[in-house]
């Protein structure tokens, strides 16, 4: 069975901090995980879900524009978990974030985890 499972998610004050983990588990990230592609995306309520994040197989990294300078994106392959460290959180950035691993036409998603920047 595949998983991915993110987590770290909460209620933030803006100006805050975060750090998302995505743990891949099962048979086929095992000894491939360092192979796959993977993405943070988030979906706020009335909204398409977008690419907030991604890193390559080679950890080649790139941004949404709203978030560069304050996400960073970063994998460890021997622990097979991605991270997303988020900094200076803004309101607008409440969202739910979903965690994605790609590799040639198998692609797979986390469950989500919820973040709330608020006052």
């Known amino acids: 069975q595949v998983q991915l499972v993110e987590s770290g998610g909460g209620l933030v004050q803006p100006g805050g901090s975060l750090r998302l983990s995505c743990a891949a588990s099962?048979?086929?990230?095992?000894?491939?995980?360092?192979?796959?592609?993977m993405g943070w995306y988030r979906q706020a309520p009335g909204k398409q879900r977008e690419l907030v994040a991604g890193?390559?197989?080679?950890?080649?990294?790139h941004y949404a524009d709203s978030v560069k300078g304050r996400f960073t994106m970063y994998r460890d392959n021997a622990k097979n978990t991605v991270y997303l460290q988020m900094n200076s959180l803004k309101p607008e950035d409440t969202a739910v974030y979903y965690c994605?691993?790609?590799?040639?036409?198998?692609?797979?998603w986390g469950q989500g985890t919820q973040v709330t920047v608020s006052s």
């Open positions: 994605n691993a790609g590799w040639d036409a198998y692609a797979y």
């Open positions: 099962g048979s086929i990230f095992r000894s491939t995980f360092s192979i796959y592609d």
């Open positions: 890193i390559t197989s080679g950890s080649s990294t």
